[in-house]
């Protein structure tokens, strides 16, 4: 019982202590708000329009598969740590072959799901097509042709 006094006196002071440090930090600080303060930032441009607007789904897909990535690539880290430790492999004399069985199993099956998103063409981005509008020039269409067809990367 006595510890649970001791570990309910410490939750109690970092309680307080948060509390006084956030309401000190409140009186101190210098509150002067203005019109350019108060505007939304968003990387140095001034926003325009309104920011309710429709994004389109693939972001989000890119975003959740670099997350599912990312976090499994996390549990690699663990692995490594403890992939050659001598105790590991004093209490089993496969525990390296086996540990490396099993990450390549892993990796496997993160490659596999890297394929599956390939193929169902979920990291395909579609270009919009450029519209190309008809103007007048001096210059005749020939040499604007010739140019293209000298720099064409087919």
């Known amino acids: 019982m006595e510890a649970f ?23 101190i600080r210098p509150n002067r708000p203005n019109v ?7 990387s140095g441009e001034a926003p325009v329009g309104n920011a ?7 972001f989000y897909l890119i975003a959740l598969l670099f997350v599912l990535f990312e976090i499994e690539l996390i549990f ?17 004399p496969i ?7 099993e990450m390549f199993i892993f990796i496997g099956i993160l490659a596999l799901g890297l394929a599956l998103a390939w193929v169902k063409g979920y990291l395909n981005w579609d270009k ?3 519209q190309t509008t008809s103007t007048e020039s001096p210059i005749p269409e020939q040499a604007y042709q010739k140019i293209r067809d000298k720099y064409s990367t087919k």
């Open 5 to 27: 006094a001791y570990v309910a006196a410490f939750l109690i002071a970092g309680i307080l202590f948060l509390a006084v440090i956030l309401t000190l930090a409140k009186w």
């Open 36 to 42: 350019e303060k108060l505007s939304t930032y968003e």
């Open 52 to 58: 309710n607007i429709r994004f389109n789904p693939r």
């Open 76 to 92: 690699l880290f663990p692995w490594a740590s403890v992939f050659h430790q001598a105790d590991l492999e004093k209490a089993s």
């Open 95 to 101: 525990w390296s072959t086996y540990a490396l069985v």
């Open 128 to 130: 919009p097509a450029t």
